[in-house]
């Protein structure tokens, strides 16, 4: 709107603050070349913290790792740079350790998720009744979810132990109770999964909980007409409902098990933890990672560790889509 | 027929919002989505709920009572059920044995600043995301939730090799810095301002002259603090839990709660009792933020996930 001001004097042309003037021709084209400046750039302008902080410490790290990996790098004097080729991929590829690690992230992995996920559609399941105090039986539940790896991997490290330890002494009256968890392969890989589990399985409820209840009713109430009972119901409306949640969670699941290094480092503390135990029998792919180059100092096959995940993380989202191509495609 | 009917459902502040969809028959108001089924929960999901519940709080009552007790009682067997009376001795001795009053504060200083950072840089890549026309929008968000599946792992070499050469070794900054905004809050923005922000409200401060940075101030800002709120509690509590990247970083001068913790357990005699000390020093303060936010954090996570 254009309003008539007074002129104010031989300073006319300075724009008052209370009532702008009309604006010379040159002015409006500056003016409206700021404005689409403005909405041009501040877009860019908004997103480009993201961008920056992610390609200075997360891309260009994750690339310039596999070049530390062909190099010769060692913890006591970072800036010299030695080439050797291909050299710490074979010495990592032919380590024993390395194939251990592989597995135990491999089956610590499985044993964690699965039982976790499974635990958490039926507890969501649970929750998605009309009940009494539902907010406080939520939270109870996503109360591990405050709590860090390592308090978690503390206490369950004095549930586990072998003499005086608090699961031991449970099973003692059933006649059993003489495991010692940590030093058998199997039993530590699952000392840890229950850690995990005993951590996520709340969050996981909460996702599955929400999905369930963006489920239109109406679904539900065509089923109770055709005379489906409620386990029918949970298994052929809110299942397929809930088929994109439950593949979403398994991708952050797995991701989240390759990551695994605060449990298996804690279990026994000291020098047994940070080698996966004495026979390495719940080491994990990061602690084979931390082992090599912040305990034994060599950064060049840490690094080549590092590609090795990558590698393995790619196959499992390949095998995660197609797991998905094909559910999608039954469920057609 | 197209008949227009109001549905009342509940947004993500819990206030109810009345939306109208064209085109349905007329639903009783108090409807919900999914709530048409809802059966009252039998005794078997009360009792299923308190043994899970149950399940979930006994290892923080049990951290409790181990640090309250001497190590040989810790270790007895029957181990202890009931909390003793050594709990400030424990406190105490984890006090001096880990830097922990050093640690507690650099927790604090890493986690306000991360969580700060974050909620500005995220609102504001949010906004761009959810309500913003500009090229390459569509692979820009893309890439900002494929980042989401890159584990840290697979840059800490590196990371740790630069954070060295800028003379930022063993230093709080370089905790900080590569966590300073994160995708999934600016994706978890984004889905909120998306729905909660209308094109209306800033198409009015645009006709009144506003320029994108008084946008941001006086209508996007307060649309947004809601989810903030939520957004900030998320962030802090995983800040606070970091334990990977921090434990390589950070050295046992100048550690974070969590490394001091590690690190307590890594000692050459290390004493049951005194680490649970650690441990209970470390998880009352989010426990205490939980008691008190459990409710948001629980919406929060919820609000997030419906459309992840």
């Given at each position: 709107m254009a309003t008539t001001t007074p002129t104010r004097g031989a300073h006319g042309s300075r724009p008052s603050r209370r009532a702008p003037k009309p604006m010379t021709p040159a002015r409006q084209a500056w003016r409206s070349r700021l404005w689409r400046f403005d909405d041009k750039a501040s877009p860019y302008a908004y997103i480009a913290p993201f961008f920056l902080v992610f390609g200075a410490f997360g891309l260009y790290p994750l690339i310039y790792t596999g070049w530390i990996a062909l190099h010769r790098v060692e913890m006591t004097g970072l800036d010299q740079m030695e080439w050797v080729g291909w050299a710490n991929f074979s010495t990592i590829l032919q380590d024993s350790e390395f194939w251990t690690a592989v597995t135990n992230t491999f089956v610590i992995g499985v044993i964690s998720t699965v039982p976790q996920l499974m635990m958490a559609l039926g507890l969501a399941h649970l929750l998605n009744y009309k009940l009494r105090a539902s907010t406080f039986w939520r939270t109870v539940i996503l109360t591990p979810y405050a709590t860090s790896v390592a308090s978690a991997a503390l206490v369950f490290a004095l549930v586990f132990?072998?003499?005086?330890?608090l699961l031991n002494w449970v099973l003692s009256f059933f006649g059993?109770?003489?495991?010692?968890w940590v030093n058998g392969h199997w039993t530590s890989n699952i000392a840890i999964a229950v850690i995990v589990i005993w951590r996520w399985t709340g969050y996981n409820t909460l996702i599955y909980l929400a999905a369930m209840q963006a489920v239109p009713s109406d679904l539900y109430e065509a089923a109770s007409i055709d005379g489906a009972s409620r386990w029918q119901q949970f298994r052929n409306v809110t299942i397929p409902a809930l088929r994109p949640t439950i593949l979403f969670t398994i991708v952050i699941s797995t991701i989240g098990s390759m990551q695994l290094f605060g449990e298996p480092l804690l279990l026994e503390g000291g020098v047994n933890g940070a080698q996966g135990g004495t026979e390495h029998q719940y080491e994990t792919l990061s602690i084979y990672l931390y082992n090599y180059g912040w305990n034994l100092g060599h950064l060049g096959p840490a690094a080549a560790v590092a590609w090795a995940m990558l590698v393995l993380l790619l196959l499992i989202a390949a095998i995660n889509w197609l797991i998905g191509r094909y559910a999608r495609k039954t469920a057609a | 027929m197209t008949t227009t009917s109001t549905v009342t459902t509940p947004d993500r502040r819990g206030v109810s919002k009345t939306v109208v969809r064209p085109g349905e028959p007329p639903r009783r108001?108090?409807?919900?989505?999914?709530?048409?089924?809802q059966h009252h929960a039998g005794p078997f999901a009360y009792v299923a709920l308190a043994v899970v519940g149950l399940g979930s709080l006994f290892p923080l009552y049990w951290t409790l009572v181990t640090a309250s007790r001497t190590q040989d009682e810790v270790l007895d067997?029957?181990?202890?059920l009931l909390p003793g009376g050594k709990l400030f001795d424990n406190l105490e001795a984890a006090w001096e044995q880990a830097h922990l009053g050093t640690a507690i504060l650099n927790t604090f200083i890493v986690s306000c600043c991360i969580t700060a950072a974050t909620l500005f840089f995220c609102t504001l890549a949010g906004y761009a995301f959810a309500k913003m026309r500009f090229k390459g929008r569509g692979v820009l968000m893309t890439m900002v939730i494929a980042t989401l599946t890159i584990p840290p792992q697979l840059s800490v070499v590196p990371l740790f090799m630069m954070m060295s050469d800028i003379g930022?070794?063993?230093?709080?900054e370089s905790v900080i810095f590569p966590t300073l905004v994160s995708a999934f809050g600016v994706f978890f923005m984004r889905q909120y301002l998306l729905e909660a922000l209308p094109y209306e409200l800033i198409e009015a401060g645009r006709m009144d002259g506003a320029n994108n940075l008084r946008i941001v101030r006086s209508i996007v800002l307060p649309v947004a603090r809601p989810a903030m709120m939520v957004l900030g509690m998320l962030t802090f509590v995983q800040t606070w839990n970091d334990f990977f990247w921090p434990y390589l970083a950070l050295n046992q001068e100048n550690p974070t709660l969590q490394v001091a913790l590690g690190q307590l357990s890594a000692s050459y005699v290390p004493d049951q009792s005194i680490i649970m000390a650690g441990a209970l020093i470390s998880t009352v303060p989010l426990l205490v933020v939980f008691v008190i936010f459990g409710k948001q954090i629980v919406g929060g996570i919820m609000a997030g996930a419906v459309k992840g």
């Open positions: 132990r072998a003499d005086g330890g059993a109770g003489e495991t010692n | 108001a108090r409807f919900r989505p999914g709530a048409g089924r067997t029957p181990p202890p930022w070794g063993g230093q709080l």
